[in-house]
């Protein structure tokens, strides 16, 4: 896969995680749940095509190239955490703790990855 491609991705994956986080709060703020059909499984199943393409590529560049303080089961971890946010936003009961956990967990790998993509391609 293209190396300026996951780049993208991961431009992407940041994008999404403040959508999610925006969702999170709006559905708290109106404490009422989204539809399954129109709204959740839309945007999840939009991460989740994102996130495996991601982990993907980048697996498989980590194979080849040595990455600063970054490992294979940080990316997976990442990929999974975002796929479970990306459906628990739609939720008010979702816990505002464990959800604002994941998602300051999932900027700082994605955070680090396009810091560490930056370095690489220049």
């Known amino acids: 896969m293209q190396k300026e491609k996951l780049q993208l991705l991961t431009e ?5 995680t403040d959508q999610a986080d925006d969702i999170y ?8 749940e989204k539809d399954f059909f129109s ?5 999840a199943d939009q991460v989740r095509t994102v996130c495996i393409e991601w982990e993907t590529g980048m697996k498989e560049w980590m194979k080849e190239t040595e990455f600063r303080h970054l490992f294979p089961e940080q990316i997976e971890q990442t990929a999974h955490n975002l796929s479970d946010v990306a ?7 979702t816990s505002y ?5 994941h998602v300051q967990s999932i900027e700082f790998i994605l955070n680090n990855v396009k810091t560490e993509i930056n370095r690489i391609l220049s």
């Open 25 to 32: 709060e709006g559905v708290r703020l109106e404490g009422k």
């Open 39 to 43: 709204e959740v499984k839309p945007f």
């Open 97 to 101: 703790k464990r959800f604002k956990s």
């Open 12 to 16: 992407q994956l940041i994008k999404y």
């Open 87 to 93: 459906v628990q936003a739609f939720f008010p009961k």
